[in-house]
């Protein structure tokens, strides 16, 4: 393999050429910026373990670490997602309302862009359907037990909200929901109604991909916005689960 | 001494105690600016790039040319902004290849590599997410099983904190071949029950010798607990052998 030059790859990104370049080039680069010893020999392990660029950026720093970078250049790697992720969202104009399932499912996948662990987000919105709020709930997995409902229906109420949205991640998997994400549903969804929030939709997100788990189980709110649901999801059905 | 002395050592341990989250955005970009900017205040120049009409995604997909005479920077400033967007829009995307290893063969070929790489008796946990793809390895520990004081949580702590929802053993045997000790059996059964009660999935236990590989987890459930099968690779595709083949 050629060997890797940190001034012809500075030149190759001047002239516009970054695109074409491979993501050893790149990652070697980036761990010449943090300083690393042996860039080039470090790149290469790590994609050898990890097979891919988007496997290594999601590493955390401790396990950057263990493979051997240097604290300085682990934190340096860990960066990258985390700023795509708020560039991603912060080019996302929240003034316009989250009143169809692809235009909040395209809101959902700039949020969970980086995101390593599952977690779970509320949005908030007003009644015109603008976002109020976005506020992460929980990191793990979606369960009744790990889920305080008191703390979501107090996040709705406080907020002065008019309508809730939740939203979790299946991280590296599908977007086929488990029992456990139906049933903790059905007990948000009774906790929310109970204080005059209602729950409109429950989105799965994962891998680029998100369904609306209500309409999926075939059980869309009624205070759901006329031609909420433009385009077509799989049907979903605790039996077959 | 200036309340900024120790700025960016106190920004790095936040990173490290904290991670991203509590940051703001102009916070991470200042910290991000930090590698290329090894001296002065990279406050301001987070800012500049902020406020540019396209926001942050515009800044780190500009054309570095363009980010020199707007920004006022160098060279190997542009080039970093430049490269952390890149790197971004790809590892966001997941364009690059992810190897999967859902298939028995993928799994031996990987409890092989590693102990390719181990030259000592040792086990170590693979931790996959539920697509089976890689999330990370963890030695977990050093010396003949038996000798050592086995606890399911150190596989299930650092499963847990990769988000992993499979678990793989592979324990190394560089001078004893690959034959799964009673004591292998006993440990694997009890982390399969361990680790289930925390909703991990042990996938399985191999117990590798140099080219050879053979499954405690297949061991612990025979019937037959004396008999052995061994797995090896013969011109690229896994072969099964009975007792016998050592």
């Known amino acids: ?241 | 001494m200036g309340i900024h002395t120790g700025h960016r050592k106190r920004v790095k341990e936040k990173l490290l105690r904290q991670g991203t989250d509590s940051f703001l955005t102009h916070e991470l970009l200042e910290a991000a600016l930090f590698y290329a900017v090894p001296y002065q205040d990279t406050n301001p120049t987070a800012h500049r790039l902020l406020d540019g009409t396209d926001g942050l995604l515009g800044a780190l997909t500009r054309d570095p040319q363009e980010t020199l005479s707007v920004l006022g920077c160098g060279e190997h400033t542009a080039v970093l902004i430049r490269l952390l967007g890149e790197l971004g829009r790809r590892g966001a995307a997941g364009t690059s290849a992810i190897t999967l290893y859902d298939t028995r063969e993928a799994l031996v070929s990987l409890g092989m590599e590693i102990a390719r790489e181990e030259a000592k008796e040792a086990t170590w946990a693979v931790f996959l997410d539920n697509r089976f793809s890689l999330l990370g390895k963890t030695r977990i520990f050093e010396g003949y099983y038996a000798s050592a004081s086995f606890r399911p949580a150190l596989i299930a702590e650092p499963a847990l904190r990769h988000g992993a929802s499979m678990v793989l053993l592979v324990s190394t045997h560089p001078d004893r071949g690959a034959r799964v000790d009673p004591y292998e059996r006993e440990t694997t059964a009890t982390c399969h029950r361990a680790l289930s009660s925390v909703g991990l999935k042990l996938l399985d236990h191999l117990v590798v010798s140099g080219s050879i590989a053979a499954s405690a987890m297949e061991s612990a459930t025979s019937r037959a607990k004396n008999s052995y099968r061994f797995y090896r690779f013969c011109n690229e595709s896994l072969v099964l052998d009975e007792e016998g083949f050592l």
């Open chain 1, 1 to 241: 393999m050629t060997p890797f030059s940190f001034d012809a790859f500075k030149s190759g990104v001047m002239e516009g050429e970054i695109a074409g370049m491979t993501d050893r080039a790149l990652l070697t680069a980036l761990l010449t910026y943090g300083k690393q010893k042996e860039p080039q020999e470090t790149s290469d392990r790590l994609l050898h373990t990890y097979r891919s660029l988007s496997n290594i950026l999601r590493l955390s720093t401790r396990d950057l670490m263990s493979e051997g970078l240097s604290t300085h250049s682990a934190l340096l790697v860990g960066l990258v997602l985390p700023l795509w992720g708020r560039a991603l969202f912060d080019s996302f104009s929240l003034k316009e309302p989250l009143d169809t399932s692809s235009r909040t499912g395209a809101f959902l996948l700039h949020r969970f862009c980086g995101e390593r662990l599952e977690t779970v987000y509320l949005l908030l919105l007003r009644e015109d359907y603008t976002l109020l709020d976005c506020q992460r709930v929980t990191t793990g997995s979606i369960n009744t037990t790990t889920l305080n409902t008191r703390a979501l229906a107090e996040a709705a109420v406080f907020s002065g909200a008019s309508y809730a949205v939740l939203a979790h991640n299946h991280p590296g998997g599908t977007t086929i929901p488990s029992r456990n994400d139906i049933l903790a549903t059905q007990r948000i969804q009774e906790t929310l109604d109970t204080v005059g929030v209602p729950l409109l939709e429950h989105y799965i997100v994962a891998e680029g991909e998100y369904l609306p788990l209500l309409e999926a189980q075939g059980t869309p709110h009624p205070k759901a916005p006329q031609g909420y649901y433009d385009k077509e999801y799989p049907c979903i059905s605790l039996e077959t689960l």
